[in-house]
């Protein structure tokens, strides 16, 4: 799920996956068990429409699997399905109660999911809930940045991740994205020497744990440096190296316009062209014409 291997480049990773479906296949191994497996294994071979059917599948009968609301919602999420992304969770909410082991983070991914859809008093109010229950939720963080973002409130923003820091740190998926939301509210106030402390001191060092998200946001946040007139100097070089081994995997278009961003960033004209191509060849034998159709209106 976190997008940084595929199945068609990474033999070890295909291996892996062909090793789970067979397991999935024996006897002792539950029914809901062979669902979730079956969900992995059409998202691995891009099918995530598919995998998220199967998600809801156990979810009809187990609302409260955590893995399957979890994995259902960055489905959609991916897929940029915002109604679903909140309607994945509501559609559970009512079969879960507050001492329901993780009721704090379903609050957090429908507040989410509420913010996506323009809800966002209730989305801030769903987000409070679950940073009550436990202010080291990072999603629940994540989703109070949106609600901040999308009403304008830039300062409440700065407060919020400055005084909260400690807490949403501990959350090494997500404490990028979240320092990213932060440099952001800078960004936006014209504050452009805070918001670059921010990508040296915190996403830069990041985006070396190898995990596409970290690198997506540091491609994204140099590229929106550079339209506000800030000289980001040599820094696209680092993101470009990081970037070089992920430019054929072709998982999501959102990571293949990031990648995108790195070479048009380093000026390596050669390698966006090679990018180009490579996004033409596996549409060719997959699919994808929209990533493609985006990536060309950046070059």
Request: negative net charge.
């Amino acid at each position: 799920m976190g997008t940084g291997r595929s199945i068609y480049r990474d033999a070890e990773f295909k291996t892996s996956l062909d090793n789970m479906v067979k397991l999935a296949e024996t006897a002792s191994v539950s029914p809901r068990e062979k669902l979730h497996a079956e969900g992995i294994k059409l998202w691995a071979y891009g099918d995530i429409d598919g995998a998220h059917g199967k998600w809801e599948d156990i979810l009809v009968e187990y609302p409260t699997d955590m893995l399957a609301v979890k994995f259902a919602h960055d489905s959609y999420f991916y897929m940029g399905y915002s109604s679903q992304i909140r309607d994945s969770i509501a559609r559970v909410m009512p079969r879960w109660t507050k001492d329901t082991p993780m009721y704090g983070y379903l609050l957090g991914m429908h507040a989410f999911g509420l913010v996506e859809t323009n809800f966002y008093e209730q989305a801030e109010k769903e987000a409070k809930m679950g940073l009550e229950l436990n202010k080291k939720d990072a999603w629940s963080t994540h989703s109070m940045a949106h609600v901040l973002e999308m009403m304008g409130r830039q300062n409440d923003g700065v407060t919020f991740m400055s005084s909260t820091k400690n807490d949403w740190t501990a959350c090494g998926m997500l404490a990028c994205h979240n320092f990213w939301h932060w440099a952001l509210y800078h960004l936006e106030k014209g504050e452009y020497e805070s918001a670059v402390a921010i990508y040296d001191s915190e996403i830069s060092k990041r985006v070396h744990s190898g995990a596409l998200l970290d690198i997506v946001d540091a491609s994204s946040f140099l590229f929106r440096l550079e339209m506000e007139g800030v000289d980001v100097g040599d820094r696209w070089n680092e993101i470009y190296e990081i970037c070089k081994p992920h430019v054929g995997d072709h998982i999501l278009a959102f990571n293949d316009i990031h990648m995108l961003m790195s070479t048009l960033g380093t000026k390596q004209k050669e390698e966006t062209e090679k990018l180009m191509e490579s996004i033409k060849t596996f549409i060719s034998e997959q699919t994808g014409e929209i990533g493609r159709a985006s990536c060309r209106e950046r070059v």
